[in-house]
């Protein structure tokens, strides 16, 4: 099946910083990618539908200008946590979509200290 | 608009005995169905999807789902559980809106304990 990687894994940062979230899918072009975002021992909620080479449409309490996302090409959208505090603590999971089903990447445990 | 629920949160059975993870689901049109399982700190590894055909749908490591439309059932099956299949599992429907991809709504997921 397709491939979406993702890169980091995980990382630590400081509060205040800023975090750069990388997916790419490696066998595909993507027009449309999605980002969700995991807290512990919950399900995936979609933050942001990520559209190549236009704006990104958040989810409806999202805050656009802390979650800024790019989609600069077809195989890869990048998602940055701006000024970061604890509460943005979590895992974030990108997704491209094939035919029918989507296709995770290995997702990215944010902690923020 | 499209929604899946998983009504258990966790499901314990013993290894080699048969296992069942539940998934209702409600959509307007014929579903997209999907089974998804997560383990610890990972990503979603795709398991099975249910589109048009067979309303059993065999899928990946033994796993099966069975598509009931008169239940609006989509159960995930194995006829003998192991260890190794202990992780968090998702049940999701493709929202059929928009074009050039589209979104994958999840329930809320079931964790499964298989024990030696």
């Known amino acids: 099946g397709a491939v979406v990687s993702q890169h980091p894994s995980w990382v630590i940062c400081k509060s205040g910083t800023s975090v750069k979230i990388e997916c790419r899918s490696l066998d595909f072009q993507a027009t449309t990618m999605f980002w969700y975002r995991q807290f512990p021992k919950q399900s995936l909620m979609l933050m942001a539908t990520s559209n190549e080479g236009s704006k990104a449409t958040y989810e409806q309490g999202v805050e656009k200008d802390k979650f800024l996302i790019n989609h600069a090409s077809l195989t890869l959208s990048t998602l940055t946590v701006t000024s970061a505090h604890p509460e943005d603590s979590s895992f974030y999971i990108c997704s491209a979509t094939g035919t029918t089903e989507a296709f995770f990447g290995q997702g990215t445990r944010l902690t923020v200290v | 608009a499209q929604s899946v629920a998983q009504p258990e949160d966790q499901v314990n059975v013993a290894e080699g005995n048969p296992l069942t993870v539940k998934c209702t689901y409600s959509?307007?049109?014929?579903?997209?169905l999907f089974w998804y399982v997560q383990y610890p700190n990972r990503g979603l590894q795709f398991l099975l999807k249910?589109?048009?055909?067979?309303?059993l749908v065999k899928g990946s490591y033994g796993f099966e789902a069975e598509f009931n439309k008169s239940q609006t059932s989509f159960h995930l099956k194995k006829p003998s559980a192991l260890v190794s299949d202990s992780a968090l599992y998702f049940c999701?429907?493709?929202?059929?809106?928009?074009?050039?991809?589209?979104?994958?709504?999840f329930g809320a997921g079931t964790r499964l304990f298989v024990k030696a």
């Open positions: 999701a429907v493709r929202d059929m809106k928009g074009t050039g991809g589209f979104k994958t709504i």
């Open positions: 249910y589109i048009t055909g067979d309303n």
């Open positions: 959509v307007s049109g014929n579903p997209y």
